[in-house]
């Protein structure tokens, strides 16, 4: 899996974040920028009909409407209806600026893989990448 | 690292390790279920994802293993073995096991558990040979059903996508079906069931939430205030006119009432709570017997207060591998018996009054009660006259005795020999009893009764010269006050010790004034002189301990009451006669009474003092019999020394003592005889009121190899002839030990100590 083109989606809503993530990401495959949660599981959900799921979604948690949190949980109950394995699940990195526990220890209940604090820390950010495979 | 996200890490952890514990054990039993595959991986996932985050790299390593093999399982790559549930239990051992390390000190620990990781990697790989033809044949089996199932998987995943999706058209159902038809049939199966539990479990989650049991421990200490205060205010508006008053402190009392029946909700648990980890235990310990054992609940969900929980879980994991080890037969034995290959071990809760009722029931061998017999006579706990003279059932209750293990061969799984004696005082520090039921041949059921809660509970308000006291209801079998003439007729004194008839029992007394040293005029006097009965009367509340009665006679009975226990200070503590204190409704303290504790003090545990239907100790009391001379010292302090000692009784005119090198000495048979005095060297200062000649000097004139020494007492009782237990105390110089000689606690003199002086 590893180089190529990944499937990336970036669910942010500040731009400064949001640019940031695209281009260190833009490295690694093909980035798609939404900056709500509603918009973020269409995106994500018609990628999985289309067969294409994510190989990796960025979601922010303090979103307008849905929060990252809930954008999670919907995701993982579709891929769980689909029967989804690990490897073809979407991995999701957190990326928020709350720092709490039950923010940090919830999202990781809901199925995210990755939990990176704001200011991104861009080595973080590889690491978890490299331990996943997709650098 | 954050160390506060840290231990909720760990708690919540811990918490998805126990789930993960049942889940696996049921997916043994249901090794099809997808919803438990699901449930277990995303535990582990979340387990996983964490570890990551917190940078914890083993735990993170193990758990992504485990993950992965659980992946493999749930796309039903590889199918579900028995080796791959052992292994992935013991994945849930060590994963606790590291979290225990992580939380004693805050970092990981070296070594990495390398077998077992391998173990998991191989279990992964292993089957990678097999899964096509597994496949196949499945699909084989299946398709038939794959095809008229079709309609209702279409409309599965329109429901889905209705729900999930807006405007994305998908034609892809077909094409998964015709992709992966086994799974996709087990997903029919399953998605109704994986929704209902999704949504009760959310609604769960939303309609509960966390908290810290320091601070349910908080409140339920401020309810208790607040009762406290409440009895005050009530017991102040029963003499208050005030109709207002009145009104205002009755709606006090309802919702003090509810609060605390509230807040002793909010510290409710489940028992279920302990139970959920018998069948892991049960499955483990089975394998290790080579037995095959099933555990069926009852009333799992009965509630039981979150510190009795805690106290309850090791005696019930202790009897329930003795069940498996020492009760349920091997299945061979089971099946030449007529019995199924499986036994079972029945485990039941239920509320009765303000106890609960817990029976471990188990349908193996029995005790075998010949083998308790021998096993006793053998160890020598009782002689086999007082043996032959017991029921099958005191037989059995045997066990229950210190030391006692039947197992022929020691496993290490029970059979230490600390056993029942440990569980049945585990028990018993909680307020709980057990008893033992057991048919040889059909199977054992013991019955623990246990408290609601411990914090509030009712007691009886006894007092003792004017002291009040509190015993707790639990231990109170019944009240009863003996008159005049009765106390000759119904009491009985034998070998010293004082017993009442009660109903064809001898109940074996014990006066609290004298165990507390706290004396009043009513049971003072039917002591000191039994043969004055005269218009005297006592009270006595009979005690219930282990399987013994004890009366313990006290000067007066008031009401019974919810009392909020609290623990003693720290100074009290070590004096181990009070389980607590509570305070009463106007404001003053009452001690409550361990009567466990006050029986041991008196000596009246000893089983020769125990009740016999005949009445008749004297067979029991076997013991070599000391003469002794009792005096008294002080108002309070009874001695003894041993007459064999004794060379002498002497009285002196006061007047006679001189001085000698610092020390009373006095001119006696041409020589000098070096005087002890007791209630100087004992700091005892009062003499007895009654003392009969205040100018007499009573000396005990002792016999020792150095010469001759007097015992200065206050008063020589008795010689009596006595077989006596001591109790020996530390810390407490110049006496031996103590024992009760005739019904008195008496302190047995350590000359040497004097003599160094």
Redesign the interface.
């Given at each position: 899996m590893s180089n190529s083109e990944a499937n990336i989606l970036i669910v942010e809503d500040d731009a400064v974040t949001s640019k940031v993530l695209s281009s260190a990401l833009g490295l690694v495959g093909d980035c798609k920028v939404t900056d709500n949660g509603e918009e973020a599981l269409e995106i994500a959900f018609s990628a999985i009909e289309k067969n294409k799921p994510f190989d990796l979604i960025c979601l922010d948690i303090n979103l307008p409407g849905l929060s990252g949190r809930d954008v999670l949980k919907t995701l993982r109950a579709f891929e769980s209806k689909k029967g989804f394995s690990l490897k073809e699940s979407s991995l999701v990195i957190m990326i928020t600026a709350n720092t709490d526990k039950e923010s940090i220890l919830g999202s990781f209940g809901e199925g995210c893989e990755a939990y990176i604090e704001k200011p991104i820390d861009i080595e973080k950010l590889r690491d978890v990448l490299r331990k996943n495979d997709l650098l | 690292m954050d160390q506060?996200?840290l231990q909720?890490?760990i708690i919540?952890a811990v918490e998805n390790l126990d789930s993960l514990d049942q889940e696996l054990l049921e997916l043994e039993n249901n090794p099809q279920s997808q919803e438990l595959v699901?449930s277990i991986f995303?535990r582990i996932?979340?387990i996983k994802?964490?570890c990551?985050?917190l940078e914890l790299t083993k735990l993170e390593a193990l758990t992504h293993t485990g993950?992965?093999l659980l992946?493999s399982l749930?796309?039903g790559r590889i199918p579900m073995t028995e080796a791959i549930i052992t292994a992935l239990l013991e994945m849930l051992d060590t994963v606790r096991d590291m979290l225990e390390f992580i939380e004693a000190n805050a970092c990981e620990r070296e070594e990495q558990n390398e077998s077992l990781l391998a173990d998991l990697k191989r279990l992964n790989e292993e089957v990678e040979e097999t899964p096509v033809e597994k496949e196949q044949e499945s699909a084989e089996t299946i398709e038939e059903e794959v095809m008229s199932e079709e309609d209702e998987l279409a409309a599965l995943f329109k429901e889905?996508q209705e729900e999930?999706?807006?405007?994305?058209?998908?034609d892809?159902n077909e094409k998964?079906v015709e992709n992966?038809p086994v799974?996709?049939v087990k997903?029919v199966e399953k998605?109704d069931s994986?929704k209902e539990t999704?949504e009760s479990g959310n609604k769960l989650a939303e309609s509960s939430l966390r908290v810290d049991v320091e601070l349910v421990d908080r409140l339920m200490n401020l309810v208790g205030e607040l009762v406290l205060t409440r009895n005050q205010i009530l017991q102040f508006a029963s003499t208050s006119t005030d109709s207002a008053f009145s009104n205002t402190t009755q709606q006090l009392n309802l919702i003090t009432s509810e609060l605390q029946e509230g807040v002793m909700r909010t510290r409710m648990q489940p028992i279920g709570n302990v139970w959920n980890k018998f069948p892991r235990i049960v499955r483990d310990v089975s394998k290790a017997c080579n037995k095959e054992v099933q555990v069926i609940m009852e009333g799992e969900d009965t509630e039981l207060d979150k510190t009795i929980i805690a106290a309850i879980k090791d005696p019930l994991t202790h009897i329930i591998r003795n069940s498996i080890d020492h009760g349920i037969e091997a299945p061979d034995v089971r099946e030449a018996r007529g019995k199924d290959r499986q036994g079972t071990i029945l485990l039941s809760a239920h509320h009765e009054g303000g106890s609960v009722i817990i029976e471990i029931n188990d349908d193996g061998g029995g005790i075998n009660t010949a083998r308790v017999r021998d096993k006793a006579i053998e160890k020598g706990l009782y002689s086999e006259d007082v043996i032959e003279g017991m029921s099958d059932r005191e037989i059995q209750n045997l066990i229950f005795h210190a030391g006692f293990s039947t197992a022929e061969k020691l496993s290490n799984i029970s059979g230490r020999g600390v056993g029942m004696d440990v569980v049945r005082s585990n028990l018993e520090s909680i307020g709980g009893n057990i008893e033992l039921q057991s048919t040889e041949g059909i199977g054992t059921t013991l019955k623990i009764k246990i408290p609601l809660t411990l914090a509030i509970i009712p007691a009886l308000i006894v007092t003792q010269a004017d002291q009040r006291f509190a015993i707790p209801q639990v231990d109170l079998v019944e009240l009863f006050r003996l008159e005049g003439n009765e106390l000759v007729t119904r009491m009985e004194d034998i070998h010293g010790s004082v017993f009442i008839r009660l109903r064809g029992d001898l109940l074996p007394v014990v006066y609290l004034g004298h165990e507390l040293n706290l004396y009043s005029k009513v049971s003072e006097d039917v002591s000191e002189d039994v043969a004055d009965f005269e218009n005297k009367n006592i009270t006595v509340v009979v005690i219930k301990i282990e399987n013994k009665q004890y009366g313990l006679v006290i000067d007066e009975v008031h009401e019974t009451q919810e009392i909020v226990v609290k623990p003693l200070g720290r100074r009290l503590k070590d004096i181990n006669l009070f389980g607590g204190a509570t305070i009463m409704g106007d404001g003053q303290i009452a001690l409550i009474l361990d009567t466990m504790a006050i029986a041991r003090q008196a000596n009246i545990l000893e089983d020769k003092k125990s009740i016999s239907d005949d009445g008749n100790l004297d067979d029991e009391i076997e013991g070599e019999k000391t003469s002794l001379v009792v005096a008294d010292v002080g108002e309070k302090r009874r001695i003894a020394v041993e007459l064999d000692q004794v060379n002498r009784l002497e009285e002196f005119p006061i007047e006679s003592v001189e001085y000698g090198s610092g020390s009373k000495v006095i001119k006696y048979r041409g020589g000098l005889l070096k005087l002890i005095d007791l209630s100087e060297e004992l700091r005892l200062d009062s003499k007895p009121e009654d003392a009969e000649n205040p100018d007499e000097l009573k000396v005990i004139v002792l016999n020792e190899s150095s010469g001759l020494y007097g015992l200065v007492v206050d008063r020589v009782v008795d010689i009596v002839d006595e077989s006596v237990t001591l109790q020996s105390w530390e810390n407490c110089s110049g006496v031996r030990g103590s024992a009760v000689v005739q019904g008195k606690v008496t302190d047995f003199i350590d000359l040497n100590h004097f003599l160094q002086m």
């Open positions: - | 506060e996200l909720e890490f919540e699901n995303r996932h979340t994802g964490t990551g985050f993950e992965t992946d749930r796309s889905a999930y999706l807006k405007g994305a058209e998908g892809t998964v992966e799974k996709e997903k998605n994986v999704k």
